[in-house]
């Protein structure tokens, strides 16, 4: 590890007033040209208990983190915070995917959709930028499974969306299907394509191999970028599967999204957006002009404290303790799909996740209701319903789910 350590408490709360006392000062410092300030006063009031919560002080405190701070200058009245956020990015590249030091750009985003609709931007303008592309030459290749944020980013960039197929029983990609698709695209003009590998789905936990994307699109001599949606498997699979090379040790991946208010237990609106060099450049803003150094995102003004909230959950546990956090969940899911298996239950589970995916003809909708697991589709009939195990979801939870689930099939064999 490179930069990845464990921090005691006062270490990290020193670190972040430290910090904080880099930032502009809205209540002592002369500053009349920002329009922004510490949170109001009336309403969140500094209490004497913030100085022993460095998240909630960061929060009051309000730092803008504007830009991307991995390149060029950012604004100067924040640079504490932004430092810290570096630090974020530092251990997440290069400690967690591999990138070698300094080789990367990326920020802390308001989420997954945002970064992954910020990496089919930035490849859109890429293609249109450097090889003169025409906007109907682009094409998102992405599976059946993908998120919602992958047909969202879509429609707002004017791009077609290449929906692969997957199998049912393993939700790998069809590859036959694929090459098809990729054959019939050429056909029709396309010559550019951005791909997004899986890591990780919404509702199975399913991970794409991006090998079966790169083999097609070279065989047909195809140009292409390849993105990485780790939103869900980003803080899971690097640490359950230690052997795993999706990452930027495979130099035909370009970029990764990771969520950081899933797994990792941030305040929702923390997404991880981290790319290559040489590729972020293309989403420039020059309009921005009074942004001290170069507005990247898609967001522009973002909050400081959800990075800061991530640089304390990481520092918190150190490489080593988050390898144990994600070991127990991993021994949890095994509890569940063992205890499955007795019952004959059907199931979907990726070995290296922590979600199980359960055939719904098993189960009742008012057993589904009670434990609130999640449907496939919330306006339709149901295939599929999963069970997340997130850090709260102990063993006697789910051996109450069983016991439920035992009684709820013995009485469809009665019946």
Same mark, same amino acid.
């Given at each position: 590890?490179?930069?990845?350590?464990?921090?005691?408490?006062?270490?990290?709360?020193?670190?972040?007033?430290?910090?904080?006392?880099?930032?502009?000062?809205?209540?002592?410092?002369?500053?009349?040209?920002?329009?922004?300030?510490?949170?109001?006063?009336?309403?969140?009031?500094?209490?004497?208990?913030?100085?022993?919560?460095?998240?909630?002080?960061?929060?009051?405190?309000?730092?803008?983190?504007?830009?991307?701070?991995? *390149?060029?200058?950012?604004? =100067?009245? +924040?640079?504490?915070?932004? &430092?810290? %956020?570096?630090?974020?990015?530092?251990? $997440? @590249?290069?400690?967690?995917?591999?990138?070698?030091?300094?080789?990367?750009?990326?920020?802390?985003?308001?989420?997954?959709?945002?970064?992954?609709?910020?990496? *089919?931007?930035?490849?859109? =303008?890429? +293609?249109?930028?450097?090889? &003169?592309? %025409?906007?109907?030459?682009?094409?998102? $290749? @992405?599976?059946?499974?993908?998120?919602?944020?992958?047909?969202?980013?879509?429609?707002?960039?004017?791009?077609?969306?290449?929906?692969?197929?997957?199998?049912?029983?393993?939700?790998?990609?069809?590859?036959?299907?694929?090459?098809?698709?990729?054959?019939?695209?050429?056909?029709?003009?396309?010559?550019?394509?951005?791909?997004?590998?899986?890591?990780?789905?919404?509702?199975?936990?399913?991970?794409?191999?991006?090998?079966?994307?790169?083999?097609?699109?070279?065989?047909?001599?195809?140009?292409?970028?390849?993105?990485?949606?780790?939103?869900?498997?980003?803080?899971?699979?690097?640490?359950?599967?230690?052997?795993?090379?999706?990452?930027?040790?495979?130099?035909?991946?370009?970029?990764?999204?990771?969520?950081?208010?899933?797994?990792?237990?941030?305040?929702?609106?923390?997404?991880?957006?981290?790319?290559?060099?040489?590729?972020?450049?293309?989403?420039?803003?020059?309009?921005?002009?009074?942004?001290?150094?170069?507005?990247?995102?898609?967001?522009?003004?973002?909050?400081?404290?959800?990075?800061?909230?991530?640089?304390?959950?990481?520092?918190?546990?150190?490489?080593?303790?988050?390898?144990?956090?994600?070991?127990?969940?991993?021994?949890?899911?095994?509890?569940?799909?063992?205890?499955?298996?007795?019952?004959?239950?059907?199931?979907?589970?990726?070995?290296?996740?922590?979600?199980?995916?359960?055939?719904?003809?098993?189960?009742?909708?008012?057993?589904?209701?009670?434990?609130?697991?999640?449907?496939?589709?919330?306006?339709?009939?149901?295939?599929?319903?999963?069970?997340?195990?997130?850090?709260?979801?102990?063993?006697?939870?789910?051996?109450?789910?069983?016991?439920?689930?035992?009684?709820?099939?013995?009485?469809?064999?009665?019946?």
């Amino acid at each position: 590890m490179w930069y990845w350590k464990k921090l005691s408490q006062e270490e990290r709360k020193t670190r972040i007033q430290e910090a904080l006392l880099e930032n502009i000062n809205f209540i002592e410092d002369i500053s009349l040209g920002y329009p922004a300030s510490k949170l109001d006063g009336q309403v969140f009031y500094d209490a004497p208990f913030l100085k022993e919560a460095p998240t909630l002080q960061t929060f009051v405190a309000n730092p803008n983190h504007i830009g991307c701070h991995t *390149l060029g200058a950012s604004e =100067n009245v +924040f640079s504490g915070t932004h &430092e810290l %956020e570096r630090e974020v990015l530092n251990v $997440l @590249a290069v400690d967690v995917f591999k990138a070698k030091p300094h080789s990367f750009d990326g920020y802390i985003s308001p989420g997954g959709t945002e970064a992954n609709i910020q990496a *089919l931007w930035m490849y859109r =303008n890429y +293609f249109r930028y450097k090889k &003169e592309a %025409e906007l109907h030459e682009i094409a998102i $290749l @992405a599976s059946e499974d993908t998120h919602y944020s992958i047909p969202k980013g879509a429609n707002l960039l004017h791009l077609d969306w290449i929906k692969v197929p997957v199998a049912t029983d393993t939700r790998a990609i069809d590859k036959n299907a694929l090459e098809k698709l990729v054959i019939e695209a050429k056909q029709n003009g396309k010559k550019y394509f951005i791909v997004v590998s899986n890591l990780g789905t919404t509702m199975f936990g399913s991970v794409d191999h991006p090998e079966d994307y790169i083999s097609v699109l070279e065989k047909h001599h195809l140009d292409y970028k390849l993105h990485i949606d780790g939103a869900y498997g980003g803080f899971v699979y690097p640490f359950s599967n230690e052997s795993s090379t999706i990452n930027f040790s495979n130099p035909n991946i370009s970029s990764i999204t990771i969520d950081a208010h899933k797994m990792l237990q941030a305040p929702y609106g923390t997404g991880v957006f981290i790319c290559r060099k040489g590729l972020i450049e293309n989403v420039l803003t020059k309009e921005a002009a009074y942004v001290e150094g170069m507005d990247l995102t898609l967001c522009g003004s973002r909050s400081g404290a959800n990075a800061i909230a991530v640089w304390m959950i990481l520092f918190t546990y150190g490489p080593n303790g988050w390898f144990e956090k994600v070991s127990v969940l991993q021994m949890r899911t095994q509890f569940l799909c063992k205890e499955l298996d007795r019952l004959g239950i059907v199931y979907f589970r990726e070995p290296h996740m922590n979600i199980v995916t359960l055939d719904a003809t098993y189960i009742p909708k008012s057993l589904a209701a009670k434990y609130h697991l999640v449907p496939e589709n919330h306006h339709g009939d149901n295939l599929w319903y999963k069970i997340v195990l997130m850090h709260h979801v102990e063993v006697e939870h789910l051996t109450t789910f069983i016991a439920d689930l035992k009684a709820a099939l013995l009485c469809l064999k009665t019946n």
